[in-house]
């Protein structure tokens, strides 16, 4: 059964990622080889069920076979537990369920806010500040590195509203402001919600290989194979009062506010009664 690590992209998801696999390698850690949350998109398992070369399929095609695909991954894997990396929104595409409840365990839904996800956003895209915001507020929106393996957004809220409101199976929240501000606490989290051993020495292994400087210098010596653009994927925390504009942070708050209260992100729009609010999830 599948352990989803979900997220919108730029939200955290390959930091605890990041996390996992130097706890369960004993606090080594190589930023291109993650043994355990790796992509639902990967070739390898699609092209284990295709009937031809996944080369000569169409995007819908691919779709088609990805319950099979994901299914291979699910029960044709070593790693325990079973975890598997989603930028999917919980939804459908092509009437294929994208995030199939019948092989899915639990789920770790990682969230930020979207005024900082913007400016990371924009530099892995490769976009200007206002075309990462129009996708983030499109409903259709879609990103692909070779037009065939698509991870299906949609806009933000709607991407976070389809993973916090799943009630089929347990899916826990995790903030990505939480998740930086104390690594050790969160990761602690994750393991024992996936019933694994907390080991002290590993936890501080894992939190000391995974600071920022020591990401970077592995990126610039050894690049990193996620990465799709030639910016530096490992950057940093971002400030959204200094790289946006009045006029775009108010583009994000008046479309997404309500999942911003709901997530205790304070905006100038609605109320903010609800803010810090989540009866329907835990957080790790």
Known sequence: ????????????????????????????????????????????????????????????EIFFIRYAALFNMAYG?????CLIKTHNVNGNAQDIDLIPYQITD???HVVRDPRNIIPSFSRHMDLTIDKSIEALNDREFSISNDGKFYHVLSDWSTHVNSWLNEQRYQVTLIKYEKLVADPADTIRGVLDRLGIYIDEDY???????TKIDHLREQ????????????????????????????????????QHYETMDRLGYTTACGDNEGQGRDSTRQSA
């Open 1 to 60: 059964m599948i352990t989803w690590i979900s997220s919108y992209p730029k939200s955290g998801s390959t930091y605890l990622r990041l996390l996992i696999n130097s706890y369960l390698c004993g606090g080594r850690l190589d930023i291109n080889n993650l043994p355990y949350g790796g992509s639902d998109n990967r070739k390898y398992y699609y092209q284990a069920v295709a009937p031809v070369s996944v080369d000569k399929m169409t995007r819908d």
């Open 219 to 254: 990126e610039n010596t050894e690049g990193f194979l996620e990465k799709s653009s030639s910016n530096q994927f490992f950057h940093g925390q971002t400030d959204y009062q200094k790289d946006l504009t009045e006029d775009q942070i108010k583009r994000i708050e008046e």
């Open 77 to 81: 894997m070593f790693q325990i537990p």
């Open 106 to 108: 639990r789920a770790f």
């Open 203 to 209: 936890v501080q292994k894992a939190v000391e290989s």
